[in-house]
Nanobody, 123 residues
Framework: VQLQASGGGLVQAGGSLKLSCVAS????????MGWFRQAPGKEREFVAR????????YYTDSVKGRFTISRDNAKNTLYLQMNSLKPEDTALYHC?????????????????WGQGTLVTVSS
């Protein structure tokens, strides 16, 4: 499975961005996809995840009510709609895919990773 993320950019606090992640290759094997982010000098952290064949979603507390994860299976595309952005959301955002059950909020639970797209929120 190959993943290509896009949609990052510079936005003012309170603004919105929508990230996309296109999956290719053995997409039929995808069980779950997620978004992680890594700010400068910090560890990679879980943001949100979605099951590939159900409506199950889960978010980290800091983005609940502001971010929405979704997918379009026909386009093999994962999305992250980010609203009410804050400077602390500034990070490199990575999409990831899992092909089996695992720790769905841990990076170790995902076998495939995109290259990341940078989100910068100015105050």
């Amino acid at each position: 499975v190959q993943l290509q993320a896009s949609g990052g950019g510079l936005v003012q606090a309170g603004g919105s961005l929508k990230l996309s992640c296109v999956a290719s290759g053995r997409t039929f094997s995808i069980y779950r996809m997620g978004w992680f982010r890594q700010a400068p000098g910090k560890e990679r952290e879980f943001v949100a995840r979605i099951a590939w064949n159900t409506v199950s979603t889960y978010y980290t507390d800091s983005v609940k009510g502001r971010f929405t994860i979704s997918r379009d299976n026909a386009k093999n595309t994962l999305y992250l709609q980010m609203n009410s952005l804050k400077p602390e959301d500034t990070a490199l955002y990575h999409c990831a895919a899992a092909t089996s059950l695992g720790l769905n909020t841990k990076a170790s639970g995902y076998a495939y990773w995109g290259q990341g797209t940078l989100v910068t929120v100015s105050s």
